[in-house]
């Protein structure tokens, strides 16, 4: 997933704000910024339909604005993250665009105990294609690790097998859209991991919500969901005055 994201001229950013927008698609490959999202993580040398996405705050509040995934049937020990989110607070009457392409990775992350508001920060991500079904392994010797990838799945899954020497409790496993996590799992010995990535695509409003948060889809508030009909590439999704959210391209 290439990401890029633009801010509404309305809105005056500090200077060191500013640079950082202006750096997001060329900084390297998972370097940390202050914010806590790694900007350069979420780049991708794949090509692919360009999908953008603008959020406009027309509520009374500030809220920081975010984008989540699920799946159609998602099960317990399946999280969602928070997939893109924005470094700043999102006034009233600004906005911010997010842009990707849809290209898939496996990832994993030093996590202790996966549970809702614990952060996700990838250590590896590797390029898969549910189109070939592809597999991965995870070990934790020499040092954690995800073999390349290979088919070897069902097709359109994505799959990790976790070996015997990884330490319950302590690693998470799961698949992005770039480097940007969008599902994770908790890691175990001996572990068999199958994710289908059909991208279904949420807005959502919080105060504290970075990129990697791990969320609990169930207790989400001011959330609505967005649908890219056929041949369409482009949406706005506006926080009204009532708190609610209004998608239209």
């Known amino acids: ?10 809105m005056t950013l500090p200077q060191d704000e500013s640079a950082y927008v202006a750096k997001v698609d060329t900084q390297a490959r998972g370097r940390d910024n202050p914010y806590g999202f790694e900007a350069g993580a979420v780049n991708s040398a794949a090509d692919g ?12 509040e500030p809220w920081i604005f975010y984008v989540y995934q699920t799946f159609p049937e998602q099960t317990n020990d399946i999280f969602s993250l928070a997939w893109l989110a ?19 990775t496996f990832l994993w992350g030093q996590t202790g105990v996966l549970q809702p508001g614990v952060p ?14 592809d597999t991965t392994e995870f070990s ?9 990838a290979q088919p070897g799945g069902g097709l359109g899954t994505l799959t990790i097998y976790d070996q015997s020497d990884v330490p319950n409790s302590q690693f998470s496993v799961g698949i992005g859209m770039g480097d940007a996590g969008t599902f994770a799992t908790q890691a175990g010995a001996n572990l068999k991991h199958v994710f289908t990535p059909t991208p279904s695509y949420w807005v959502a409003a919080g105060v504290d919500q970075k ?3 791990v969320l609990d889809i169930q207790t989400v508030t001011q959330t609505a969901p967005v649908v890219y009909p056929d041949n369409v590439y482009s949406l706005t999704a506006t926080l009204q005055d009532d708190n609610t959210w209004s998608v239209k391209p």
């Open 1 to 10: 997933m290439m990401f890029a994201m633009d801010v509404s001229p309305e």
């Open 49 to 60: 339909t360009t999908y953008s996405l603008t959020m406009v705050n027309q509520s009374a």
């Open 86 to 104: 924005s470094p700043y607070m999102i006034v009233p009457k600004a906005q911010i665009t997010f842009k990707w392409t849809i290209n898939y």
């Open 120 to 133: 996700f920060v990838a250590g590896m991500s590797i390029d898969a294609d549910p189109s070939v079904g």
């Open 140 to 148: 934790v010797k020499p040092g954690p690790n995800l073999t390349p």
């Open 211 to 213: 990129v990697g948060t």
